[in-house]
T-cell receptor, first 113, second 114 residues
Framework: GENVEQHPSTLSVQEGDSAVIKCTYS??????FPWYKQELGKRPQLIID?????GEKKDQRIAVTLNKTAKHFSLHITETQPEDSAVYFC????????????FGTGTRLQVTL | DGGITQSPKYLFRKEGQNVTLSCEQN?????MYWYRQDPGQGLRLIYY???????QKGDIAEGYSVSREKKESFPLTVTSAQKNPTAFYLC?????????????FGEGSRLTVL
């Protein structure tokens, strides 16, 4: 089955700096890659996703890049703010949808003042 | 107010007892999922159901059982056969079909085995 590795497990940045979280996947058939944000004590929520026919996608301060050849994808957060502090999970699916997602182990991002 | 409701939020169980976690959604979603969340291990898929009266095992189904008798309900039973049941359990749902990317999660149920 699919295996998703996520790094780093913890990340601390100063407010205003950029943060990058990286994930690699094992199965070249994977074609859908979402990112979920889980604030402390809350449910995970989708923040951005990308499909295998696209190399990059942006939404305001967040962006995701995908390198199919290397089988890795990354989340980029620019101009970080304290409310960006959360656990971020990457995931991969071969179905093109959220069906049967395989999640990474999560990255705890701390944005300090 | 549309969404996914899980209950109970906290549950304590003695070893050897079965326990059932409830998950109800009023989003009219076809597919429902159960994930287990452990520190440092992300979310792991236990069972999923894409249609009423049908469900499939996920990556860690051993010691768990589910049913899908109604579209809006997908209860999870943690049986005494599950060796390490203490965990945070998340239910999710989404619509089937193309471009249905987003999983909608419930607030979770924390099970502690004493």
């Amino acid at each position: 089955g699919e295996n998703v590795e996520q790094h780093p497990s913890t990340l601390s940045v100063q407010e205003g700096d950029s943060a990058v979280i990286k994930c690699t996947y094992s199965d070249s058939a994977s074609n859908y890659f979402p990112w979920y944000k889980q604030e402390l004590g809350k449910r995970p929520q989708l923040i951005i996703d990308i499909r295998s026919n696209v190399g990059e996608k942006k939404d305001q301060r967040i962006a995701v890049t995908l390198n199919k050849t290397a089988k890795h994808f990354s989340l980029h957060i620019t101009e970080t703010q304290p409310e960006d502090s959360a656990v971020y999970f990457c995931a991969a699916s071969m179905s093109g949808t959220a069906s049967k997602l395989t999640f990474g182990t999560g990255t705890r991002l701390q944005v300090t003042l | 107010d549309g969404g996914i409701t899980q209950s109970p939020k906290y549950l304590f169980r003695k070893e050897g007892q079965n326990v059932t976690l409830s998950c109800e959604q009023n989003l009219n979603h076809d597919a429902m999922y159960w994930y287990r969340q452990d520190p440092g291990q992300g979310l792991r898929l236990i069972y999923y159901s894409q249609i009423v009266n049908d469900f499939q095992k996920g990556d860690i189904a051993e010691g768990y059982s589910v049913s899908r008798e109604k579209k809006e309900s997908f209860p999870l039973t943690v049986t005494s056969a599950q060796k390490n049941p203490t965990a945070f359990y998340l239910c999710a749902s989404n619509n089937r079909g193309l471009n249905t990317g987003e999983l909608f999660f419930g607030e979770g149920s924390r099970l502690t085995v004493l």
